[in-house]
């Protein structure tokens, strides 16, 4: 095959290639920093000719979704998202779109066994000598929608890193029905934010728990990249990588000759990621690097393949913590945050991992702004979870817990030593309060323990 007659065969304008879709279809945008912005606008413009247009996406760190801002009524298109960020929070908060619940690994099973694509539009980096396209920034379902697809449009962005994937996760140029070019916007960044003074001391609670020679997870937010901002300022050294989200912290801890993974019981030597999200200095590292590695979200956040690492340690944050140990990381009672995402995955394969460890981080109080420019303090740690709260972690898997004031571990405890464990690393003013809510829901045992 003459890969660059195939390419130019196929290449069609964004227009053109939004004619594919017809009423009743579902089209899928793929997940993550890869938005494709000119199919996205082109389907929009064809608002007036089309009914009962169902869209996947998620984690849009984009300024607009065409589609969406097009038809504010929703008579046309309907926006679903796997997993939302600031963006798609404000939409579902209008009523513009909805959340699809799933446990991340579970993403590209879903495409093969599950769910239909009509019409796959998917932004990818320029094609290589071997006819391939990089998925830029994001590998987690990508090949597994363009198996899907009955229909696969291709929008390059020449912007775009070409980042390593793994051998079978790349997508052909002969996979393709259509190619698109014209995109030439810069990859979105998410710079990490500033961290309070107690997020700091979480992160210096954490780092302590750490050895060398540990292998990374880094969730998504403020507090699990500050924890990878606090390591690279730390005496710890020989360390790896393996996480569903790769982010800032990561090249930091490269620069600095911390990020070697020469410990690691797989991949040795390279850094493995189902998406990155972070700045340009990220992506430009990213870009033909042989040192790391995408692969799709079923494979990174496999349970078996995250605990082939010893000293596997997963950080990531929560919401709420109820006194049995149930965490909320993804709603604030029926408002959706976020999502699921991978947090249950790496919880379970870093209990599996030898010396492993799974943290669930929150800071143990946050203000409630009352709309008059008053706020009151309230505690994340609550007697049970709220009305409409949704549990990402179940008591069962409740392990290693961090607040500013500790890290207890609730593996194998009973609910009156858990409630006692919780209790402890609550804020001091809420403490007694809890205590009385333990005794009434029975989960609370007079001891002669030192008081908190």
Not at 212 to 224: D, E, F, K, Y
Not at 320 to 331: F, H, I, P, R
């Amino acid at each position: 095959m003459n890969f660059a007659q195939e390419y130019s065969r196929k290449l069609h304008t964004a227009e053109e290639a939004a004619l594919c879709v017809k009423p009743g279809d579902w089209v899928d945008y793929g997940l993550g920093t890869n938005y494709p912005e000119l199919l996205d606008r082109a389907l929009a413009a064809r608002k007036e000719e089309l009914y009962d247009i169902r869209i996947r996406g998620g984690l849009v760190i984009h300024p607009e979704i065409a589609v969406v801002e097009a038809d504010r009524e929703r008579d046309v298109f309907m926006y679903n998202s796997w997993h939302f960020v600031a963006y798609e929070r404000k939409l579902h908060d209008a009523n513009l779109c909805n959340y699809i619940p799933m446990t991340f690994r579970y993403l590209p099973h879903f495409y093969r066994k599950h769910i239909p694509v009509d019409v796959a539009f998917l932004a990818v980096s320029r094609m290589d000598d071997h006819g391939y396209f990089s998925c830029g920034l994001s590998c987690t379902a990508y090949k597994a929608v363009a198996e899907a697809a009955k229909t696969l449009v291709l929008e390059v962005n020449e912007r775009y890193p070409f980042s390593r994937t793994a051998e079978g996760h790349a997508i052909h140029i002969s996979e393709a029905d259509m190619i698109v070019e014209g995109a030439h916007r810069e990859p979105p960044e998410l710079p990490g934010k500033e961290p309070s003074p107690a997020e700091r001391e979480i992160g210096r609670r954490i780092v302590a728990e750490i050895e060398n020679g540990a292998v990374l997870q880094l969730g998504i937010g403020a507090l699990p990249e500050m924890v990878g901002n606090l390591i690279a300022e730390s005496d710890l050294r020989d360390l790896g990588c393996h996480t569903e989200m790769l982010s800032d912290s990561y090249l930091r801890l490269y620069r600095d000759g911390k990020l070697t993974n020469n410990s690691k019981g797989a991949h040795k030597g390279k850094s493995l990621f189902a998406l990155a999200l972070g700045t340009k200095d990220l992506y430009e590292w990213l870009d033909r690097n042989p040192e790391a590695c995408g692969y799709s979200v079923d494979y990174i956040n496999d349970p078996v393949n995250i605990a082939a690492n010893d000293k596997m340690i997963s950080v990531n944050s929560a919401v709420s913590l109820d006194l049995y140990g149930q965490t909320c990381a993804e709603s604030a009672g029926t408002r959706n945050i976020s999502g699921t995402g991978g947090q249950l995955d790496f919880l379970t394969g870093a209990f599996y991992s030898k010396g492993g460890k799974g943290f669930i981080c929150l800071t143990s109080t946050y203000k409630q702004h009352n709309g008059d420019g008053s706020f009151h303090v309230r505690s994340r740690i609550v007697p049970t979870m709220g009305c409409g709260d949704i549990v990402t972690d179940p008591r069962s898997q409740a392990f290693y817990i961090a607040t500013e004031y500790g890290i207890v571990n609730l593996a194998g405890l009973s609910t009156w030593e858990r409630a006692e464990k919780i209790i402890s690393i609550a804020h001091p003013d809420f403490r007694e309060e809890l205590i009385k809510n333990a005794e009434e829901q029975k989960i609370w045992r007079k001891s002669n323990r030192t008081p908190f």
